[in-house]
């Protein structure tokens, strides 16, 4: 994870966060700021205690319908004030999403599925502003295909949509990298250990982090990763204790924040940067992350590290999907918004941004 380390090392990790959640099923609820309710958590100690690898799953009807470790809200999910989505919705705020909350179970996942990376037994009903504002071509959770390619379908969208004169980035974007889960070895897909899963997931945020960094958002950009859950592994602290990471040019540096944090943290902190209410008792009572933040912004952009071959090789794992991976562009990343380093229509563009920017200075 060399990724992982240098961006730790570079920007700021938080070593005493914990998770709200005790596996996936309620994890995936806390991140949208949805706060399990009765149904959830009566269904999810069913869900897991059925697990086909410790026990006979239940003969009862319906048990293998929505009682999994699904990545999306259900109807019976519902908040009496919804979750994020209608939070932003509501109060008029731009998002979009690649891939976050849109994996119901039960489900079928393959390889093969290189558009959205699943497909459901049911026409599940999702939040409408979400549905609205959710690519339809980047991969949900899928352990058969790459966090590569997700990161190289995130750029293709993010360069059509927001790249260009008189274009604007949405003021929230949400991405879903999920290999980091972990699964069976494959040593001919490119995964030859469980850990190469990590790898791969590694070099992926590598990837994200310094395509968006060298992009002429970066200046007013805050990127928080962490997972929806900690059961992989008992943390030596704490069980629920995880990553938590805030990677910006306001973010401290080489900063390991001590204050207590939760997920309610990471909503409290978004909704005081875009100047939301509060969307429950969870994010209202947690503290914000800007211990994480300083006042002086560094805008050097990030430069992403490969991954070990012999650990995770992205072409192989790339290959049965018919993608290449372009080594070059990782280590040949332009300066931040050097025109030297742009083609000519770019620097049009980037002309344009200037003088735009003068315009409104």
């Not at 966090?147 to 980035?169: N, Y």
């Not at 211990?291 to 992205?314: N, R």
Request: glycine share 6%; no cysteine.
């Amino acid at each position: 994870m060399p990724n992982h380390l240098k961006l730790a090392a570079r920007f700021a990790l938080a070593d005493n966060f914990y998770v709200d959640s005790d596996v996936s099923a309620d994890g995936h609820r806390w991140l949208v700021n949805t706060y399990p309710n009765e149904w959830i958590e009566a269904i999810t100690p069913a869900s897991y205690g059925n697990n086909r690898n410790y026990r006979p799953a239940s003969k009862a009807p319906g048990s293998l319908g929505m009682t999994g470790s699904a990545g999306a809200i259900y109807p019976e999910d519902y908040n009496e004030a919804g979750s994020m989505w209608e939070h932003l919705d509501r109060h008029g705020v731009d998002f979009f999403n690649f891939g976050f909350g849109v994996m119901f179970d039960p489900a079928f996942y393959a390889d093969s599925f290189k558009q959205f990376g699943i497909r459901y037994f049911a026409n599940y009903p999702m939040p409408a502003p979400m549905f609205s504002k959710t690519s339809k071509s980047y991969v949900t959770y899928n352990m058969a295909i790459p966090d590569q390619f997700r990161v190289s379908q995130f750029i293709k969208e993010f360069d059509e949509k927001w790249t260009g004169p008189g274009r604007d980035l949405p003021k929230m974007l949400t991405v879903i990298l999920p290999n980091d889960h972990g699964a069976g070895e494959r040593p001919d897909a490119g995964y030859p250990f469980r850990e190469s899963y990590m790898a791969d997931n590694d070099l992926a945020v590598g990837r994200i982090v310094e395509f968006l960094s060298h992009t002429p958002y970066w200046k007013n950009m805050a990127i928080v990763i962490t997972e929806d859950d900690a059961q992989n592994g008992v943390d030596h602290v704490d069980a629920h204790r995880s990553v938590l990471m805030v990677i910006s040019p306001y973010s401290k540096k080489d900063y390991v924040g001590k204050v207590h944090y939760s997920f309610g943290s990471i909503f409290k902190t978004f909704w005081n940067l875009l100047g939301l209410p509060y969307l429950n008792q969870y994010d209202a009572g947690a503290t914000d992350l800007s211990d994480m933040f300083t006042g002086t912004p560094d805008f050097t952009p990030y430069e992403a590290l490969p991954s070990d071959i012999m650990v995770f090789d992205p072409q192989k794992a790339l290959t049965p999907l018919d993608e290449k991976f372009d080594w070059k562009a990782l280590s040949t990343s332009p300066d931040l918004d050097n025109p030297r380093d742009m083609p000519e229509d770019q620097k049009e563009k980037e002309e344009y941004r200037t003088g735009d920017q003068k315009r409104r200075d």
